[in-house]
Each structure stands twice: as structure tokens, then as C-alpha cells.
């Protein structure tokens, strides 16, 4: 794998002025509502439930345990935007708490959601109720999905706004502290539920779905009791040794794909579990360095894992196109059929020439660096380059920035020389650059599954004992620096829409002359530590308590608002014996994901 990372990573191109600018403004009403209305309260918007076709056409590869399923119902949204905020403390002792925001005019009013409907980030929770019925007349399957709002969506009507203000989709980090949810006002977004690795088990044949609102819902939201049928038609398949998609006829990757769905999919020599990159049973998986996108995924051990690589997005659903299923490729990004938030957006060019003049660090907003706890924890034997017969304790490890200014750093070469200087901007309230402070160094990195520019000194990660002092230290410390999961975009300047997603740009190539990494405000930056020099080596380490510890801007290169928030730590408790560990991680108060 070369240093090409699809993500939700941005795609532009932008001379340094206008570039600074658009990181520092950010997405207009990203800030938190503040308040209700005191005149005249807004009505909600009006929900209806839609079927975009009649009949739909399912693959059920051979040897699979089913089909991912778009029925292609939509939820259309009229009379003002659908939008929700879902919060949680960043201490994580408390559940998480979600409101639905009405907006109309210039009034807004703030609806509690009752408990039990939002229960983490993923959507709302049992909002959908499918029933599958067979040729016979006999009900073979009945399903209750979670409908996120920020899902594959479009325009129902000409006069709907062009484009969306709204994230696309919705995170999976176990560590997420706020979300913003939406629907703009003359769209509808995908009902199906997300590709999240648990095909429905229905064998080939004719069959019809029955999908209705729960109660719960259409009382919350005042819909219409109109469930939507549609037939389906489950066709077998039989994989004779071709390429691998990611289901539901997407079986093999586009035959041409485009300059985007090319730099999507990272290097097309990469393989991840036996599969090509193009391949389907990607869900949930990291290619080892970076998590992917906006949403990282958090389901289960990383098996594919190659180098600094996102986690590959959630598949997309099928869209339709002329009333006709459209398949959706396995590149991530869009395309035909393809708008589920797996976007690829490349990074900022950095600025034309080093920065002039003396140095400075005006006072101005600044970003605020803070460090998640660990997760994603598991035992490993080692990658490729490990020493053979070790015992290695793998995670996963995320630094975000809270704001209220993103990170914004370029790097500078002296040509031949396989280092960059690097320094740390600073933007007014407008967006113009008023001072910049040298931050350390970029460095090539020609290894195999990296080959692109890290910074140095963004983070580090050591294993403490007990008594927390330091007993292994992970010899990962330079990252390329890109938008890999939104954690928090309900704080102050929060970017729904953020630039730096994709690695194949924001990382640079051998031959780059200069470099932007940006870490925008309410995204992380996730690592997944399994390269070799990055987990932990614990052979000989003796059973007992344990902590990861996760530390930004440990050489303090970096100035930011605060930084008493830079460490946390992830207990964890090793057991077993060399070749045969074992690792417990308890929960980190309501968290559970080891």
C-alpha cells in the first residue's frame, strides 16, 4: 500500500489565502443552538415514507451468509430541514442525549427525544420495521433497523436547496462525543440500514418486504401510517474465481473508474484479508495506520491492516437511477449511485513559499489538541517486520481537535533532503493568516504501506504499569495528519464538511516540494497501531493491570488553547502465557468497546 488513504478526506484545489480561509470558517450554523424560540415557535418539519421503486433485485453471493439489502425506501423531509444534535459528556459517565432542532425563519426550537430512541451515534434507533413475506404467503424474516438521517440522500423537488450543509453519515467511533444529524428541507435520505457487516439470510426466490415506521416514530414526527411494499428478487450467484465486490452486485470494481475512485481506493496492489481492495467483507476493517473517515469504524478486530490506511467506509446502498437499482462500486466517494458520505476530499495545498518575516504567535484562536481513550484492543503475534514469536498488544488511538481553530501546518523542503520544516499557522476571526511559529519537522517515510510525509512529535502512545509508570513505549510518533472521524460536531467553528480527508493528498508524495496537514475542528485524527514499532511488545511482560496511554503534542511544538486535556489513559489487564495472551478491557465508564 502506497500512501493513498481514502477516507473522509477533502477535495480541492485551493491557493494558500482562499484555503486558509475556508478551514478557519468552517460550515455555517455548526455552533451549538443556542435556545429556544420566544415568539412564534416553529412547526416540524413533515416526515413521509417513500419507495423509490417497486422491485428491487438482490445478489447472494455463493458461500455468503446473505444479502445486504436496499430496499430503496427513503425518508422525504418537507417544511424545513430534519435536524438533530447528539451529545454526551466528554467524561463519558453519562448516556447520550439527543434533541431534534426546528428551525424556521429565523426561530428555532429545541425538542428532547425521548429515551431509548438514540442510544450512541449510529441513528435512530428501531426507527424502521421490515417483514419479509415469501411467494407462499409465509413470513420468513422480520427485522428492526436504525435509520441514520445523514445517509445517502438527494432532492425530491428542483426548488430544494443544491446541496446539503449536513455531515454525511453518521460516526461509529466508540469514543464520538457529539453529532450533528440532518436532512435538508426538499430531500429525502436512504431508510436502508448501514452495511455493517450483517447480511439478511434469505435464500434465493421471490419474497415481499413490508417496511413501516415504528409507532414510537410516526407519533414522534406526526407521520402518515403508510408502509411501503416491495417486492424483492434474491438471486444466487456463483463466484467462479473473478473479482470480489462488495455484495449485492457490486462484485467486481469499475472497469475505468475515475481520477477520484482512483486516488479512493489507495493502491491497487493492496490486499486486505485475501481480497483485493476492491473486494467486498470490508466492514469494520482497518488497513492498519489510520481509520478511515469521518466515521470510524468501530465493529470488531481490524483484520486487513496494511499501513497508515482508513478504515475502508461502510458499503454504500444502491440509489435509484431511472427507477432502475444502481449498484454501488466498492471504490468509496462518489459516483453513479454513490452519495453515502464516503466522499473523498483531498487536502489544502500548502502555501507558494515559506512563511516571511519574524515569527509569532498572535493572540488569536487556537486549536485545542485532545487525546481519546484507546480501544480496538487486541493480541496480536505481529505484522510483517515484527520479530516472529512475540507477543504484541494491538489498539487503536485517536487526537482530536476541539477547537475553536484548526490545526493548520505546511511543511517545506530543502530540495533533496528527506526532511521538511514545518510550521504551525495562525488565522483572525476572517480568516486571514496573521503569524506562524515553526512546529519541528516532516519526514519522508519510504517504508512499505507508508511512503508518504509524516509530522513529527503529534503524538505517543506508551503501556504503563500499575503504578502508571512507563513500562513499553510505541515507536509511532510521526503521523500524516488527516480528518479521519468527526468526534464532536456540535462544538464552536465545528467543520461538518472538512478538508484533509484523503491521504493520497494530504500525505504528499516523494517528490512533493511542500505539504498542508490540517486536523480541522470537531474531527480526529485515528491510528490503528499494529505496524511494527507501534504496538506494543509484551512477551515478557508479567500478568496484571495495565494503561495505554494516549498523548498529543507530547514535545508541546504545537500552540493550542489548552493543554492540560493531552493524556488520557485505557486500562487494560494481560493474562495467558507468551504465544498464548490474553487481554480484558474493562469499560471506560459507559463504554464498553474493548
Given amino acids: 500500500m502506497t500512501r493513498h488513504h481514502y477516507s473522509s478526506r477533502t477535495r480541492r484545489s485551493a491557493i494558500a489565502g482562499a484555503a486558509a480561509l475556508s478551514v478557519v470558517a468552517g460550515v455555517a450554523g455548526a455552533a451549538p443552538v443556542a435556545g429556544a424560540a420566544t415568539s412564534a415557535e416553529p412547526t416540524a418539519p413533515q416526515l413521509n415514507l417513500i419507495a423509490a421503486s417497486k422491485s428491487v433485485t438482490l445478489d447472494r453471493w455463493e458461500g455468503e451468509p446473505g444479502v445486504y439489502v436496499d430496499l430503496g425506501t427513503y425518508v422525504t423531509v418537507e ?21 431534534q432542532i426546528i428551525h424556521k425563519g429565523g426561530t428555532t426550537r429545541v425538542k428532547n427525544l425521548p429515551k431509548g430512541m438514540v442510544t450512541d451515534f449510529s441513528g435512530l434507533q428501531g426507527f424502521l420495521q421490515v417483514t419479509y413475506t415469501d411467494a407462499a404467503g409465509n413470513q420468513v424474516l422480520t427485522t428492526d433497523e436504525s435509520f441514520c438521517p445523514n445517509n445517502a440522500s438527494g432532492r425530491i423537488r428542483p426548488d430544494a436547496p443544491a446541496t446539503s450543509k449536513y455531515p454525511e453519515s ?122 478511515m473517515g469521518g466515521h470510524s469504524m468501530g465493529g470488531g478486530h481490524h483484520d486487513g491492516r496494511g499501513a497508515d490506511a482508513p478504515t475502508p467506509p461502510e458499503a454504500p446502498h444502491v440509489l435509484k437511477n431511472g427507477g432502475k437499482a444502481v449498484s454501488r462500486s466498492a471504490q468509496p466517494g462518489d459516483g453513479v449511485g454513490r452519495t453515502d458520505g464516503s466522499r473523498i476530499k483531498p487536502a489544502l495545498k500548502a502555501a507558494a513559499q515559506r512563511p516571511t518575516g519574524r515569527a509569532s504567535v498572535p493572540d488569536v484562536p487556537k486549536p485545542d489538541l485532545r487525546a481519546l481513550p484507546a480501544w480496538d484492543i487486541a493480541i496480536t503475534d505481529g505484522e510483517d517486520g515484527d520479530v516472529p514469536g512475540k507477543d504484541y498488544l494491538a ?98 467553528n465545528a467543520n461538518w464538511a472538512p478538508n484533509n480527508t484523503d491521504l493520497s493528498t494530504a500525505c504528499g508524495e516523494q517528490n512533493s516540494i511542500s505539504v498542508r496537514e490540517v486536523l480541522d475542528v470537531g474531527s480526529g485524527d485515528t491510528y490503528t497501531q499494529y505496524r511494527p514499532g507501534q504496538s506494543f511488545e509484551i512477551t515478557d511482560l508479567p500478568n496484571g493491570t495495565y494503561y495505554i496511554e494516549v498523548l498529543a503534542n507530547p514535545e508541546n511544538r504545537l500552540h493550542e488553547t489548552d493543554l492540560t486535556n493531552n493524556v488520557t489513559l485505557r486500562k487494560v489487564v494481560l493474562s495467558g502465557k507468551p504465544g498464548a495472551r490474553k487481554v480484558t478491557v474493562p469499560p471506560h465508564h459507559l463504554v464498553t468497546a474493548p
Fill in 79 to 99: 417544511g424545513g430541514p430534519l435536524e438533530f444534535r447528539v451529545k454526551r459528556a466528554d467524561d463519558f459517565k453519562t448516556p447520550v442525549v439527543a434533541q
Fill in 170 to 291: 453518521c460516526p461509529t467511533n466508540p469514543f464520538t462525543l457529539g453529532s450533528v444529524w440532518g436532512v435538508e428541507n426538499g430531500w429525502a435520505t436512504n431508510t436502508s440500514r448501514r452495511y455493517d457487516g450483517q447480511p439478511v439470510d434469505l435464500a434465493a426466490g421471490e419474497y415481499t418486504a413490508k417496511v413501516s415506521v415504528a409507532k414510537r416514530y410516526r407519533d414522534l414526527f406526526s407521520m402518515a401510517d403508510k408502509p411501503q411494499t416491495v417486492k424483492v428478487t434474491v438471486r444466487e450467484i456463483k463466484d467462479e474465481g473473478g473479482g470480489v465486490g462488495f455484495g449485492a452486485g457490486a462484485r467486481s470494481a469499475p472497469s475505468a473508474p475515475s481520477a477520484d475512485e482512483s486516488a479512493a481506493s489507495g493502491h491497487s496492489g493492496h490486499k486486505m484479508s485475501g481480497h483485493d481492495m476492491s473486494g467486498h467483507d470490508m466492514s469494520g476493517r482497518t488497513m492498519g495506520g489510520h481509520s
Fill in 395 to 492: 489498539f487503536s488511538a485517536n487526537v482530536w481537535n476541539a477547537g475553536p481553530a484548526p490545526l493548520v501546518v505546511d511543511g517545506f523542503r530543502t530540495p533533496g533532503e528527506d526532511l521538511m520544516d514545518a510550521y504551525q499557522y495562525f488565522y483572525d476571526a476572517d480568516g486571514k493568516q496573521v503569524g506562524y511559529s515553526p512546529s519541528g519537522t516532516m519526514e519522508w517515510d519510504a517504508r512499505v504501506g507508508h511512503e508518504h510525509w509524516h509530522f513529527t512529535d503529534f503524538a505517543s502512545y506508551r503501556l504503563l504499569g500499575a503504578d502508571q509508570k512507563e513500562v513499553v513505549r510505541s515507536g509511532k510518533e510521526a503521523f500524516c495528519l488527516a480528518n479521519t472521524d468527526a468526534i464532536d460536531y456540535t462544538v464552536k
